[in-house]
């Protein structure tokens, strides 16, 4: 089977969206002749006193940041996500809207403007990490807030808009479309089995350690089966946990260490600051009994071939289904030799 699944087209299913995609591994001796992108070479400083985002500096709104020395959290002074107090919806049976409300949050991860994750210390992440503790323990106390979402876009390629090391948090009163696919297959799964889907999952995948790049004694970062993205990769926690604050508090410092090893060996692979957009989906905040929910941070880059080749989704992953050339086997054999 796994020669069958190295060299002939095939699809995977993925068992949270409960979607699938095709895999073309024969399709990565094809030559390439199409775009590639400008690969930046120069090093950020420090400081950028034009940057709206270090510390001490000016805002797009006037406001001043403060002279902060780790994580500063602010509100997203252009949020996607407002908290008007009018609710509309419109009552055609074919065209439909609906007011949506929340709160938008920045989180710089550090003052220095010329890091990223992957430079920083394990202990600097673990303080973003308490972060996202808070903010998704105090925004999902707040009745209005049924979802918190945790992201991140790196790099320019992303449609990241500052360079300044941060994430965005954006918090809304309904379950974004994601989160409802996963909410759905996750509990079916658990009223079945008495069991977390992922944690499942996982005890297989740890066995097999065909697709597994780090683990430690209490997270395991790896390829899924059912990747989408060339390089794509999850971390999850061993332990059924239905979101962040669950983890224990001695824990934390080994989730940092999951996200620095990460980082640090995509920079290795095409020897740049790898892009990508990271998040973590976790339990919704809507006061149910969510214990079918187990939390996972996923990474998505778009290098396929080297530091200036993307992976574009189009013509068929936009009109039928998510295709991929590199097997995930492929890739997670990749990204271990570098560790």
């Known amino acids: 089977m796994e020669d069958y699944l190295q060299n002939a087209s095939h ?17 990565t001796k094809r030559p390439w002749q199409g775009q590639e992108e400008e690969l930046s070479t120069s090093k950020r400083p420090s400081y950028d006193p034009n940057c709206y985002l270090c510390a001490g500096n000016k805002r797009a709104n006037g406001e001043v940041n403060p002279n902060y020395e780790d994580v500063f959290i602010f509100k997203n002074d252009f949020a996607a996500l407002t908290h008007g107090k009018e609710n509309y919806k419109t009552d055609h049976k074919l065209i439909k809207a609906e007011t949506e409300t929340g709160i938008c949050k920045v989180v710089c991860f550090s003052p220095d403007h010329s890091k990223s994750l992957a430079q920083m210390s394990i202990r600097e992440i673990e303080k973003v990490i308490n972060a996202w503790q808070r903010e998704y323990k105090n925004l999902g106390k707040k009745d209005s807030i049924n979802y918190v979402q945790i992201f991140e876009n790196k790099g320019e390629v992303m449609g990241c808009s500052n360079p300044h090391p941060h994430g965005q948090i954006w918090s809304q009163s309904s379950l974004p479309n994601e989160v409802l696919k996963k909410d759905r297959s996750q509990f079916n799964y658990f009223s079945e089995e008495s069991s977390s889907l992922l944690e499942d999952y996982l005890k297989q995948e740890i066995k097999l350690k065909k697709r597994i790049i780090f683990e430690n004694e209490a997270f395991v970062v790896l390829i899924p089966f059912w990747a989408i993205w060339p390089y794509e990769t999850m971390i999850i926690p061993k332990a059924h946990q239905t979101d962040i604050c669950k983890i224990p508090v001695a824990e934390t410092v080994l989730f940092a260490e999951a996200i620095s090893v990460i980082t640090k060996v995509y920079d290795k692979l095409f020897n740049c600051s790898f892009p990508y957009s990271s998040g973590i989906h976790q339990s919704p905040t809507d006061k149910a009994n969510n214990e079918h929910w187990h939390w996972h941070m996923s990474f998505y880059p778009p290098l396929l071939r080297s530091a200036t080749v993307k992976k574009f989704m189009v013509g068929y992953e936009m009109f039928a289904s998510p295709q991929r050339d590199i097997t995930a086997e492929a890739a997670a054999e990749s990204l271990r030799y570098l560790l």
Do not use: A, D, G
């Not at 995609?21 to 024969?26: F, M, N, Q, T």
């Open 11 to 27: 699809k995977r299913f993925n068992i949270l969206t409960e979607e699938w995609v095709l895999v073309s591994p024969h399709r």
